[in-house]
């Protein structure tokens, strides 16, 4: 995946938002498949937009959200020297969380996110609107794209859900 920035004009409402949901609903419905969510930064909202879909537990399995290191350890196996390492803000590490996710429920696909909302968190090198996505299916290779979002904190989570949406749609029709 590339780096990506949104400007707030693109920032999706909750009518675009539902349209994704629903087409990622209806993509593992066709496939038979279940997913798994792994938030940090969005702090469930990808979660919740699936499962506002009547019936999603034919499709949903589980949503976790992991904001501390100790949580991303316990619930998803993220290695805590990588957390020291590269920080929860990281390739390394959203891909050990959608990893993880995976290996811990029987869904099919997985989809991660870390990242500063904001309005603080900014470290060197990772400013607000810095957000990490991994994507991966059973018995493949974890795919992870990192994005600069623009605006507040409502509009980056928002902005957030929707390219974590996107790109399960994407790895679901690869």
């Not at 909302?117 to 957000?131: E, F, I, L, Q, Y």
């Amino acid at each position: 995946m590339r780096d990506v920035s949104m400007s707030d004009s693109q920032v999706p409402g909750d009518a675009e938002l539902r349209v994704l949901a629903d087409s990622v609903a209806q993509t593992l419905i066709q496939r038979g498949q279940m997913l798994v969510t792994a938030e940090s930064c969005t702090g469930g909202w990808i979660a919740k937009t699936l499962t506002d879909i009547p019936g999603s537990s034919a499709w949903f399995e589980a949503g976790l959200v992991a904001y501390s290191y100790e949580a991303k350890e316990a619930l998803l196996g993220v290695n805590p020297h990588t957390l020291e390492r590269a920080g929860a803000v990281s390739q390394e590490t959203v891909i050990e969380m959608v990893s993880g996710a995976l290996a811990r429920y029987g869904a099919s696909v997985a989809v991660a996110v870390t990242g500063i909302a904001g309005p603080g968190g900014a470290t060197p090198g990772k400013p607000v609107g810095t957000v990490w996505i991994g994507w991966k299916r059973r018995g493949g290779y974890a795919r992870a794209g990192q994005f600069h979002f623009d605006g507040d904190r409502e509009t980056v989570r928002r902005q957030t859900v929707a390219a974590a949406l996107a790109g399960i749609q994407k790895i679901l029709t690869a």
